[in-house]
């Protein structure tokens, strides 16, 4: 019960902190570029340590987190008890979540630019 309560107030403070800096002016305009463009790394450390974790947890919990898109996020919201991690994962996401969706939505897109290329053109030479 008292890790609970404890995730919560991280998560509270954490949450809160990182509001007021990516929306409420805590920071410059530089520093919330910096705050853009680290983000999503940030986001790239958290999710190989929760996939890390969910095989340490269970192998099969482990290769769901590798192989199926957000099932990390997924494992550690609702499965796993590591309510502190839970904590440092939502406040973090509350000021560079929305940044790093946004970059990894339009990486993914430049992947796929290609492919949907290619079947617009209507297969090329094959």
């Known amino acids: 019960m008292r890790n609970s309560k404890l995730s919560w107030v991280v998560f509270v403070v954490l949450g809160a902190l ?8 805590g920071l410059n305009r530089n520093h919330v570029q910096q705050l853009i463009t680290i983000g999503p790394y940030v986001l790239l450390v ?10 340490q947890d269970d192998i099969f919990q482990g290769i ?10 997924y494992w550690l919201f609702l499965v796993s008890d ?12 509350v000021g560079i979540g929305m940044d790093s969706l ?3 939505q339009a990486w993914f897109n430049s992947l796929t630019s290609g492919g ?4 617009e053109s209507g297969g090329g030479d094959i």
């Open 46 to 55: 958290l999710h190989v340590t929760l996939v890390l974790m969910a095989f």
């Open 18 to 25: 990182m509001y007021y800096l990516r929306y409420e002016g």
């Open 82 to 93: 590591a309510f502190l991690l839970r904590a440092i994962v939502a406040g973090l996401c």
């Open 64 to 73: 769901l987190s590798l192989l199926v898109p957000l099932y990390s996020f």
């Open 102 to 104: 946004a970059f990894y």
């Open 116 to 119: 949907k290329t290619f079947i």
